[in-house]
C-alpha cells in the first residue's frame, strides 16, 4: 500500500465493485468528477480508538495514522476515508480518536488546556474545538468529548475525541466553579472560553 495515498478499493471485499449497485455517497460532501465511491469496507474503529481491519488491529501506527489525516464525518453521522479517488465508509463504535494526555498553560480565564491524541495530533480547547460531557442517565458516568475540527457536532458534521479516564480525571482537577445566569456550573477555562464538565448540587436549594 502507498502509505502517501491509499487504497482504499482494495481494503474492501470487493462487492461493491459490481458496475450494477449504487452507492449513495456521504451526506453533506460532494463527490469529485470521477471520484469512486467504494461503500463500506471492513475497518473499525473500537471504542478504545483502536483501528481495525478484518477484525484484527491494526498493528502498524504509521496506516493508522495516514488513515487518520484522510477520516471525516459526514452530516449523517457516518465517518468516510475519503482520498482524492475515491470514498469508503467504515464502522466507528465511539470517537474514532482518544485523548491520552493534557496540557496546561497559564491560569484562571486566561488558561488554555490542550490534548494529545492518540495520533499525537494537538488540539487546544477554545470556541471552535469545545469541550463536551455527556452523562449516562442510568449510571451516572460521564462521556468527555473535544471537537478536532468546524464540524457542525449537533447536525452530525466533525470529528471528535473521546477523553480517556486519567485525562478526564486530570481535566476535573482544575475544574473551577462559575455561575452562567441561574446555573452552577462546575467547568474549565480555556481559550477564553468557559465550559461545563458538570452540574453543581446546590445543597441549599429547597
Not at 496546561?104 to 488554555?112: A, L, M, R, S
Request: hydrophobic residues 40%; negative net charge.
Amino acid at each position: 500500500m502507498n502509505l502517501n495515498t491509499p487504497s482504499l478499493g482494495s481494503l474492501s471485499s470487493g462487492a461493491s465493485e459490481q458496475a450494477d449497485v449504487t452507492i449513495d455517497p456521504p451526506v453533506g460532501i460532494e463527490p469529485r468528477p470521477g471520484q469512486v465511491i467504494c461503500g463500506d469496507i471492513d475497518m473499525r474503529i473500537d471504542s478504545n480508538g483502536l483501528w481495525h481491519h478484518n477484525g484484527s488491529p491494526i498493528g502498524r501506527m504509521e496506516l493508522v495514522k495516514l488513515f487518520s489525516t484522510v477520516l471525516r464525518r459526514d452530516e449523517a453521522g457516518d465517518h468516510w476515508l475519503i482520498t482524492p479517488a475515491e470514498m469508503a465508509r467504515i464502522q466507528v463504535d465511539d470517537a474514532p480518536f482518544m485523548i491520552v494526555e493534557m496540557m496546561v498553560d497559564g491560569g484562571g480565564e486566561d488558561q488554555t488546556v490542550s490534548f494529545r491524541t492518540n495520533v499525537e495530533t494537538w488540539v487546544t480547547i477554545d470556541r471552535e474545538h469545545p469541550l463536551r460531557v455527556e452523562i449516562d442517565s442510568e449510571t451516572g458516568e460521564p462521556s468527555p468529548y473535544v471537537v478536532l475540527d468546524s464540524g457542525d457536532i449537533a447536525s452530525g458534521g466533525g470529528l471528535e475525541a473521546k477523553l480517556n479516564r486519567a485525562v478526564y480525571y486530570d481535566l476535573v482537577s482544575i475544574g473551577v466553579e462559575e455561575w452562567l445566569g441561574q446555573a452552577h456550573i462546575f467547568g474549565i477555562w480555556s481559550g477564553g472560553e468557559f465550559f461545563a464538565v458538570g452540574r453543581m448540587e446546590d445543597e441549599n436549594a429547597g
